[in-house]
Structures are given as C-alpha cells and as structure tokens.
C-alpha cells in the first residue's frame, strides 16, 4: 500500500521495487534500484525517509521518523530504525535495533538481535553486537557488504515474474 499522509506523496522510482505487502506512507523517498519487501512499512509521518540508491528493506522491518538508508545499505528482516542514519554498504540484521540520533558507519553490521541505543556511532567496518551492542571486532572484505547487489538483482527477479493470484 502506497498512501499520503498530509498531502505528502511518497516519491518512489520507477526502478525501485515496493512489494504489493509493504505499506510507503507520506514523506519517504525511494531512490533507483532500491526495493522494499513484504509486510515492510515505511511511515513518513514526522520526518523524512529515504530508502538510497541499490537499498533494501526487508520482510517486517520498520523505518520510522527521519530515517536514511544510504546507497546499498541492508535493512535485515524484522530489523527497525528509528530516526537514524545507516552508511552506504552498511547492514542492520534481523531483528535489530536501531534507535534516534545514532549513525551505522560505512560497511559496519549491527549484528542480528542487537540493540543499537540512541545517539551511538558505530565506527565504518565494524561489526557490533548484543543490547546495547557494542564494538566486537573490526571487519574486511566482508561479503556482507555484497548483499545489496544481490537485493537488486533479486527485486528484478519478482518485478518481472510475479504474479498477483487473487
């Protein structure tokens, strides 16, 4: 479901890929190559969202308040972000935790289950875990920093072959 709220129109591009599940509401822009996928919401009521360049916002996640996702950055499954910004090529795993004012650096990973609290800087290429997570190691040549680019070969895939059934 995409919807305005307040007479904001979400601005979405016509390569980016919204699941026909997700919910884009207000003030949310959602650059080329980006996708968002089922159950996903996405609600721009106070604040700006932008979903970058090559991005992706997985199943269940939330992003709420002036949240950006920089270019190829990774939003995990169930994963919210709440008024922060997440680097390029940075990835926040499943089910964690991204709270107001803090900002995930370039190739960084919040590691699944964690909790990121409000104003933290995680460092670029490191790799942070637990509640509240903290620094556990600094990260190389991870192929994490590679899961974008398979979302977006991904979100041409179901953009050109599927098929609503009901």
């Given at each position: ?41 996405l ?13 992706n ?41 991204v ?30 875990a ?10 190389e ?26």
């Amino acid at each position: 479901m995409i919807r305005s709220f307040d007479g904001t129109e979400p601005r979405i591009a016509d390569s980016a890929y919204v699941d026909d599940a997700a919910v884009v509401i207000g003030d949310v822009v959602i650059e080329a190559d980006a996708s968002v996928w089922p159950n996903t919401t996405l609600r721009g009521d106070h604040g700006t969202i932008v979903v970058g360049e090559g991005a992706n916002v997985q199943d269940n996640a939330v992003l709420h308040e002036d949240a950006e996702l920089e270019p190829y950055s990774t939003i995990g499954h169930s994963a919210i972000v709440h008024n922060a910004t997440v680097a390029e090529r940075a990835l926040v795993g499943m089910n964690a935790v991204v709270l107001d004012g803090s900002h995930i650096g370039e190739k960084a990973v919040v590691a699944a289950g964690s909790v990121v609290t409000e104003g933290t800087d995680v460092s670029p290429s490191t790799l942070v875990a637990g509640a509240p997570a903290e620094p556990k190691t600094e990260i190389e040549g991870s192929r994490l920093a590679e899961t974008a680019e398979r979302y977006v070969s991904l979100s041409k895939e179901h953009a050109e072959t599927s098929e609503r059934l009901d």
